[in-house]
């Protein structure tokens, strides 16, 4: 038996400790940047860089969350056609909204799998259509993150810091191939032959093509909105195209560490990457803000949502009627 083969079924037998062991390390290295960087913060002067967000700015930044989540919403009618479910296209953007408020707040096994299990489980679907919804919306979201990300970063709007270990040319490098692998995604949608392919237990088969183009520009539009709503909270002259780079890496960061919300992971990155040009605590006071208008307000209206869903539920099986 060759070495490859030993690293080969080494890896089939311990493949889930491992990935548990990497997880586990990836997420003490970051635990321990967030505590390094927050022994250095003065959190009196992050709590004054809060109190002096100007409510104007706030004003101007709810109607772009709440375009926001409608967009996202849309993820969800696309998947519509794409299954050709019959469900109406207002029940599915609020199914999609409470979604979505739940992943951004407590992870994607949470919002993006057990609430649309859940509620378009009550809307009659099944758990075949359903994951086939979750699927396109999942792909949706990071096939436009993938188009977006890699134009920022060919153009040269991140400077990485030194003790990253990456320079600019292999952040370009990085985008080039997230543009490649959008664009192909776009050419099988166009031309692939075979259209299906058996994973496990689950066929996944690719969208035609006008859906491709419709996942990636709505993709595309949601990422942009939310950097437009940070570069508004956030003081000083930053371009946009920085703050919108910042938020697509601290976002990935944050899925790779599989920290719900990205909580802490977003707030270094910004730090880390702003703070040449900002002082932390405003970085850090903008982010807060920012979390709390686009994260724990939205979830509080969707908690509530969903809590009304299910007393309305409970009361009509409790008359046995169907749910409306």
Request: proline share 4%; with cysteine; glycine share 10%.
């Amino acid at each position: 038996m060759t070495a490859v083969t030993h690293a080969r079924s080494f890896w089939q037998d311990h493949k889930r400790t491992l990935k548990r062991v990497v997880t586990a390390a990836f997420v003490c290295l970051v635990i321990a940047l967030l505590v390094r960087v927050g022994m250095t913060i003065e959190w009196h002067e992050v709590l004054e860089a809060i109190l002096a967000t100007s409510p104007s700015v706030l004003w101007m930044t709810l109607p772009l969350v709440i375009a926001s989540y409608a967009v996202y919403a849309c993820f969800d009618i696309l998947s519509k056609r794409y299954t050709g479910h019959d469900l109406p296209w207002w029940q599915c953007m609020k199914v999609a909204f409470i979604s979505y408020a739940f992943t951004m707040n407590f992870s994607a096994a949470v919002g993006g799998l057990a609430m649309r299990l859940r509620l378009y489980g009550k809307y009659g679907l099944g758990p075949g259509e359903i994951m086939r919804v979750m699927g396109l919306s999942i792909t949706t979201n990071w096939i436009g993150y993938c188009m977006l990300a890699g134009l920022i970063f060919v153009s040269g709007a991140i400077k990485p810091p030194e003790e990253w270990g990456i320079g600019g040319g292999w952040l370009q490098v990085l985008g080039s191939v997230l543009v490649m692998l959008a664009c192909a995604y776009i050419a099988l949608s166009a031309f692939a032959k075979q259209r299906s392919w058996k994973v496990r237990d689950h066929t996944i088969e690719l969208p035609e093509l006008r859906i491709a183009l419709m996942q990636i520009a709505l993709s595309m539009v949601n990422w942009s909105i939310m950097g437009l709503i940070v570069h508004l909270l956030m003081p000083g002259d930053i371009g946009y195209l920085t703050i919108l780079g910042t938020l697509l890496i601290g976002s990935v960061v944050g899925a790779v560490a599989h920290i719900p919300g990205g909580l802490g992971v977003t707030e270094y990155v910004f730090i880390t990457l702003l703070s040449p040009e900002l002082p932390r605590h405003q970085v850090l006071g903008a982010i807060l803000v920012y979390r709390a208008i686009y994260y724990i307000l939205p979830v509080i209206v969707a908690a509530g949502w969903y809590l009304l869903m299910e007393a309305k539920s409970t009361a009509q099986a409790s008359h046995g009627t169907g749910v409306a």
